[in-house]
Each structure stands twice: as structure tokens, then as C-alpha cells.
């Protein structure tokens, strides 16, 4: 029924009555279904039909989010972003809310990568300042977590990143986080998520041309530093010799 479903509304556009039915019973689904009928209907397209109402979409998310591990590992958890992040807005308190909750767990790490898609897309809207005022929240309460105690650090600073990517972002959020991000920067393979959410705020208007020529710089530091000598102990993992 599932399977049926969603080719039903792969086929081409339905009509806005049509869609929510059939997204409602998916909800019914989500609520009583066993495990394997949820994990397949992360998979579909039941939940991000664009007519869809905000409190049914918020529904969905808080659904979701009651038993999201089932849905965070292997296969699933591209499909498990793909649908939380297609919820938009109406689902942005639900997936706070539980990350909180679970900040102390690394399996929450999906529900950052939503945010930080749903973030990033509505701050890709600069004439909706409904959408630009949502966007700068969701940056605000990540950025509470990112630069504090959290298992999952590194989705949620890749989150941060991603928001601040976009040009509605002020100038003056964007920037306070560049200059969070390089006082995090210690050396070596820890760099390797701060750097990479540098360049994601490079592309927004938080950063100076100094600053833009600082990460570069730093950016590139690795491929200057010579490589080490052929057959020579660098250093030791599980007690075995690494050269």
C-alpha cells in the first residue's frame, strides 16, 4: 500500500485533496505501522508534497522524530534528512526541541543536517523576511549548541555553515560565526569541520577580504607542509607503527 501510494503521487500532480488523504493516511502509518512499514515510508514522497498543511507537516516531523533512530543508520538516514528537511519550517521547533534533548547522543546528528538544509533554504529567500527571521532562529539555537556540549558537533557546525552560506544572512551573524569558527581551528585533523564550514560562511557576506584570505590560507596550510620521509616511523594507531 505504500509502494502504491507513493507512485501515486510520483506519477505527476495531484489535487491538494488527494495529496493530504493520502499524506494523512501515511500519518496513520507512522502511528501504528510496524517497523518496517515506517522505515519504508521515509523512503516516499508522502510527506513533501508542496500543498501540504504546516500543522500536518509538523505532525509528521514530531511522528518522525518519536522513534528517528529507527530511521539513522545505513540506508535510511539520506532518506530520514531528505524527509525532515522537506517538512520546512512547520518543522523546525520539533527537530530542536529533540536535539536538545539528545545532545548527548551522536545519532542525532540527522536531525542537525535538517536544520541546517531547512535553515539554509529559507535564508536563500532574501524577498520573504518570514523566511530570513525563521532562518537566523534556527542559526541562533545551533549556535548555542555547536560552541557548546554536544555529541554531534560536527553536523551542527556544518549546519551553522550552511545557513550562513546564504547572502539574506546578516553580514553581522555570519561574521560573529567565522570569528567563533577560527578560534576553534587548533592544527591538524581536527581542523578538518571547522575549515570546511569556513568555506561554507566565505560564501555568504559574513567575511572581509582579510578574513577571506585568512581561510584560504589556512585552507591550504596542509598542502604546504612536506610530506614525511619514505620509511619513516610519523607516529602509532592501536599500538601499530604508521609511516
Known sequence: IVRLLDNALRAGPAAAATCEAIAAAGLEFLHQGPKQVRTDLVETVLFSQPGLPADLRREFAVALLLDFRDYSQGVYRDALENTLAGLAAPAIEPLLTVLREQRSQRDAAPLAVALGRIGQALAAQ????????????????LQKLAFGEIACRDAVTLAVGRICSQPAISPQAGNLILRTLLQRLQGGAADAVPLEALGLVCQGPGATDAELRRVAELALRPLQEAPPEPNIVIGAEDGEEVY
Open 126 to 141: 532574501p524577498q520573504d523576511p518570514a523566511s530570513v527571521k525563521a532562518a537566523e532562529g534556527i542559526l541562533r539555537e
